[in-house]
T-cell receptor, first 111, second 116 residues
Framework: SQQGEEDPQALSIQEGENATMNCSYK?????LQWYRQNSGRGLVHLIL?????REKHSGRLRVTLDTSKKSSSLLITASRAADTASYFC???????????FGQGTELSVKP | GAVVSQHPSWVICKSGTSVKIECRSL??????MFWYRQFPKQSLMLMAT?????????EQGVEKDKFLINHASLTLSTLTVTSAHPEDSSFYIC????????????FGPGTRLTVL
């Protein structure tokens, strides 16, 4: 079963703008991860944030985690057309590494 | 970086035949691999957890006799879709858990199965 929800389901922006995607989940977690998927391809791991962390950065990516609200956000700054993809959050618990994926946000960055 | 391969990348088969999909971790050992299924425009649904040397653990609603999983070595897991039907057509993705980085799954490129 899916762990949670992501919003928006679809996001269309211009190159150079920032893109923010949100993820909510239902149960307690050990970590939350964000992945990217280009159409018809496998997933690429972007960033992992642990339950005791509040914010993490990686290049143009910024992830926040609020465990009290059971939510996370992914910010992509200065977006590029090449960022066009689907983005998924996934929560990891203490179940042997199992991940539960959110519904995903389809990001379209127009040049 | 860790690399996971899947073979084949796509397959078309007739209804009633069985199809085997391989998932390999190329440069690390994976005691645990996962199999997911993804329908168009949807998220990944976990099908089963595959542990080396033991039986796979299936998620609720996934038929173990339909989707046979074998994890014969630390670098190879296979998923066999038995007696495939058109409704089994989907994108199947595997991932491998890296031992020394236990929280990170590395995903294969996926296999597109089309059953006619």
């Amino acid at each position: 079963s899916q762990q949670g929800e992501e919003d928006p389901q679809a996001l269309s922006i211009q190159e150079g703008e920032n893109a923010t995607m949100n993820c909510s989940y239902k149960t307690s977690i050990n970590n939350l991860q964000w992945y990217r998927q280009n159409s018809g391809r496998g997933l690429v791991h972007l960033i992992l944030i642990r339950s005791n962390e509040r914010e993490k950065h990686s290049g143009r990516l910024r992830v926040t985690l609020d465990t009290s609200k059971k939510s996370s956000s992914l910010l992509i700054t200065a977006s590029r057309a090449a960022d066009t993809a689907s983005y998924f959050c996934a929560t990891g618990g203490n179940q042997g590494g199992k991940l539960i994926f959110g519904q995903g946000t389809e990001l379209s960055v127009k040049p | 970086g860790a690399v996971v391969s899947q073979h084949p990348s796509w397959v078309i088969c007739k209804s009633g035949t069985s199809v085997k999909i391989e998932c390999r971790s190329l440069d690390f050992q994976a005691t645990t691999m996962f199999w997911y299924r993804q329908f168009p425009k949807q998220s990944l649904m976990l099908m089963a957890t595959s542990n080396e040397g033991s039986k796979a653990t299936y998620e609720q609603g996934v038929e173990k006799d339909k989707f046979l999983i074998n994890h014969a070595s630390l670098t190879l897991s296979t998923l066999t879709v038995t007696s495939a039907h058109p409704e089994d057509s989907s994108f199947y993705i595997c991932s491998a858990l890296r031992r020394e980085l236990a929280d990170t799954q590395y995903f294969g490129p996926g296999t597109r199965l089309t059953v006619l």
